[in-house]
């Protein structure tokens, strides 16, 4: 069956820009999550949605994160004003109903900020 | 603010070799997983430990969860050039609490 997929795999752009990056969960997975993993580090978590909700955002750095998730099932991370230090690999997981589900992990998307 | 220290940080051993890889935290976990991750790729789950003690078995992996349930370890015996990778441990808080990632152990079995 279709797994976790985010789009697009690579995304290069200037500093400054304004970037989406995208998560289609697995079918039937109400629970969503975001995540950062820079290099030599272990994923960050960034926010978790369960459906169409935003249950926790304790983890966005600041305020040129946003993601939503408008019909609870694909998710879309925007960051604005992009900055070298965003750059990293950008993990989406779903579960099936969160709480201490596992987590299914699409293959992230590269971002590199030039 | 709960922190997971993964050891050692990287690892390259001989095929046949046996390994221990290590998770150590000051917070009780309610549980712990462990995934590996493979380059280019999203980390896929290995095992979930629930009970202080538990003790579990995926073919030569074994991975145990401290009577504390603060820490963990990931056995490896005779390991092959399949196995390597980056094996991340993950705490599992109580309710809808975010997992926390160590920074993982990266893995190198040479043939």
């Known amino acids: 069956g279709a797994g976790v997929s985010q789009t697009p795999s690579n995304k290069v752009t200037e500093k400054g820009k304004y970037v989406e990056l995208r998560c289609d969960p697995i079918?039937?997975?109400?629970?969503l999550y975001w995540y950062r993993q820079s290099l030599g580090q272990g994923p960050e978590f960034l926010i978790y949605?369960?459906?169409?909700?935003?249950?926790?955002d304790s983890g966005l750095p600041n305020d040129r994160f946003f993601a939503v998730r408008p019909e609870g099932s694909v998710s879309t991370l925007k960051i604005q004003r992009t900055e070298r230090g965003d750059s990293a690999v950008y993990l989406c997981?779903?579960?099936?109903?969160?709480?201490?589900?596992?987590?299914?992990f699409g293959d992230g998307t590269r971002l590199s900020i030039l | 603010t709960q922190l997971l220290e993964q050891s050692p940080q990287f690892l390259s051993i001989q095929e046949g070799e046996n390994l221990t890889v290590y998770c150590n935290s000051s917070?009780?976990?309610?549980?712990l997983q462990w995934y590996r991750q493979e380059p280019g790729e999203g980390p896929v789950l290995l095992v979930t430990?629930?009970?202080?003690?538990e003790v579990k078995k995926l073919k030569r992996l074994t991975f145990q969860f401290g009577d504390a349930r603060k820490d963990s370890s990931l056995h490896i015996t005779a390991a092959q050039p399949g196995d390597t990778g980056l094996y991340l441990c993950?705490?599992?808080?109580?309710?809808?609490?975010?997992?926390?990632f160590g920074k993982g152990t990266r893995l190198s079995v040479i043939a």
């Open positions: 997981a779903s579960s099936l109903i969160g709480g201490t589900q596992p987590q299914h």
């Open positions: 079918s039937g997975h109400t629970a």
């Open positions: 949605f369960q459906g169409t909700g935003a249950a926790d």
């Open positions: 917070s009780v976990f309610s549980s």
């Open positions: 430990v629930v009970t202080g003690g």
């Open positions: 993950a705490g599992v808080g109580s309710g809808n609490t975010p997992l926390v």
